[in-house]
């Protein structure tokens, strides 16, 4: 049974991130001026009540068509400087989401060490391959060559991970598609004849069943495995990693005076650190997977986990 | 670089990450706002030829 004080935590931190939503989608509000400052979250630019930028996209965009993101990769590492992944664990709604699918979670499942240690490279890989298809693509671009190979490409060209983001298929193709379907009173007899409606649906958004079909899956997932797709998946996690969000100023150190080594802490990581063995070998919180959303340290019976900044 | 502490890793990337901003302001964003400064100027409530 988490303590009161665990529990008080989760609100302040749902409700956080549930307003960090509402200023993403400033539109909502009446404010539809974008800011082009790319934040490094997984949330699609194509959300038309979206205020910011998603960052991968704007990765992708700006080296497919042969522009060195610099103001993008600069954002990235700076706040992977400072705070780390933190903004996957207060502010990504992709994050949100799954934080909110695993809150009603039937039974938290604890995947083997072997399997955990292998399945989280796969996002690495999804960014190196994100990145090789880009760049491929910006060095013909910027050649002016291979006109027939990015034509090929099509959809894909320019920004080859989004049509398989889930969380463009969350929070843009579905409302896309309910407000097709709502905003055409006549085309509700297509809702009889499901082939129609995927015949209709698919000519808008190609591999439209893939991307329902793997967002079932993940949201299934999600209730089982507190932050899957955070963990195995998210090539946008991986850049932070990648960019040195390890070696974060701000960090969670442990006082050993305290720490009854219940392991409390490790138990609770929706990424599955082993949070007290990385305390004990370096002393800080320092994991390229923490996403310092600091369950961790309010879990802890002794209050023996604190925050620390450039120390 | 491996031998670094932490703390210095994270402030050489920090200044890394503001040199990339500010090479990226100066890029994109610079040309940008001195044309809007220029309108501005010009034709704007200031009207200076």
């Known amino acids: ?311 | 670089m491996m031998n670094m502490r932490p703390r210095t890793l994270a402030l050489l990337l920090l200044m890394i990450g503001i040199a990339l901003i500010a090479v990226g302001i100066d890029r994109g964003m610079l040309p940008q706002l001195k044309t809007m400064l220029k309108h501005f100027i010009s034709e704007g409530p200031l009207g200076l030829p």
Not at chain 1, 272 to 295: N, W
């Open chain 1, 1 to 311: 049974m988490p303590s009161k004080k665990f529990t008080l935590f989760k609100i302040v931190r749902t409700t956080v991130q549930f307003i960090a939503f509402i200023i993403l989608n400033a539109c909502i509000l009446g404010v539809c001026e974008r800011i082009t400052i790319p934040l490094p979250i997984l949330y699609p630019s194509t959300v038309p009540t979206t205020m910011f930028l998603g960052g991968f996209d704007v990765i992708q965009y700006r080296i497919s068509h042969a522009i060195f993101p610099f103001i993008a990769l600069g954002i990235f590492i700076v706040v992977a400087a400072t705070v780390g992944r933190a903004f996957c664990g207060w502010v990504c709604p992709f994050g949100f989401l799954q934080d909110l699918m695993s809150y009603i979670g039937y039974k938290k499942v604890t995947v083997s060490k072997g399997a955990h240690n292998f399945l989280k490279q796969i996002k690495y890989m999804v960014l190196f391959l994100t990145i090789l298809m880009v760049g491929i693509v910006g060095v013909l671009t910027a050649q002016d060559r291979g006109k027939e190979f990015i034509d090929a490409l099509g959809y894909y060209a320019y920004q080859p991970f989004t049509p398989f983001s889930p969380s463009e298929t969350f929070f843009t193709v579905i409302p896309k598609i309910v407000s097709y379907i709502t905003s055409n009173p006549s085309q509700l007899r297509v809702l009889l004849d499901p082939m129609l409606l995927m015949d209709l649906i698919e000519v808008q958004e190609p591999i439209l069943v893939f991307r329902i079909v793997f967002l079932g899956i993940l949201l299934t997932l999600m209730f089982f495995i507190p932050r899957f797709w955070c963990r195995y998946l998210c090539p946008m996690g991986a850049l932070m990693a990648t960019l040195g969000s390890e070696y974060s100023l701000l960090t969670i150190k442990r006082n050993i005076v305290r720490c009854i080594e219940c392991e409390a802490c490790s138990k609770v990581c929706p990424m599955q650190i082993p949070v007290l063995k990385v305390l004990k070998e370096k002393g800080k919180l320092m994991d390229s997977e923490c996403i310092k959303c600091m369950d961790c340290m309010f879990i802890c019976p002794e209050n023996a986990l604190s925050i620390t900044v450039m120390e």
